[in-house]
């Protein structure tokens, strides 16, 4: 038999599933009695060890949200809210949902943002500084997260958002001209917008 898992482990596991709010008292022990309960895939694995467990990831973070849900945890009310990454009075202080912590910390991380959506979070929620996640995704300059861009619009994020004076989808077209990630994403907005607006008008 194998040895238990200590309260430190199981906050380490919280912390990696849930970055922007970890879990803490009775959500977190929700959290150990599922994972000691059968859960077998591990947060801490990096994406090509991870990749065969990614339908279980699914399954399993959709029931624990739900489970938290249907105990009157409010589990799945963290999705939507801001939450706090610095200290009390902290000038430098960042307010996230998890989608916008994802998009602004790992905006490659496509398969955790279209759980979040899965799981009720909202595409169009801003961060604290009122940035959307999708223009967040657009901007960042770094190869390989289109797809992440996808999951969002495909959630139903709104392209036509305005930050800083300007659409989501002009800042997509603007970036796309010389960033590969930003043009095919780009190429969904258009695709999203077709029946509504005119590409060329942007």
């Known amino acids: 038999m194998a040895d238990p898992i200590s309260d430190a482990k199981w906050k380490q596991y919280s912390v990696a599933m849930f970055p922007?709010?970890?879990l803490?008292?009775?959500l977190l022990k929700l959290l150990k009695d599922e994972l000691?309960?059968?859960f077998s895939f591990d947060p801490y694995?990096?994406?090509d060890e991870d990749e065969d467990d990614f339908p279980e990831v699914h399954n399993n973070l959709m029931k624990f949200c739900l489970l938290c849900d249907e105990k009157g945890y409010g589990g799945l009310k963290w999705l939507n809210a801001l939450h706090s990454l610095g200290?009390?009075?902290d000038e430098n202080d960042e307010f996230h949902t998890p989608l916008t912590y994802i998009a602004s910390r790992d905006p490659h991380d496509w398969k955790t943002t279209h759980l979040l959506v899965e799981m009720g979070a909202d595409p169009n929620i801003r961060d604290g500084k009122g940035e959307p996640p999708l223009n967040k995704i657009v901007m960042q300059?770094?190869?390989g997260r289109w797809r992440t861009g996808k999951a969002l619009l495909d959630g139903g994020a709104n392209?036509?958002?305005f930050y800083k004076g300007k659409a989501v989808a002009y800042w997509a077209k603007e970036c796309g001209k010389d960033d590969k990630d930003a043009e095919m994403i780009w190429n969904e907005i258009k695709e999203k917008?077709?029946?509504q607006y005119n590409p060329a008008s942007f």
């Open 24 to 26: 803490d008292g009775k």
């Open 87 to 89: 200290r009390a009075n």
């Open 159 to 161: 392209p036509m958002a």
């Open 20 to 22: 922007a709010k970890p």
């Open 193 to 195: 917008l077709s029946h």
């Open 36 to 38: 000691d309960g059968g």
């Open 45 to 47: 694995l990096s994406e």
């Open 141 to 143: 300059g770094m190869g």
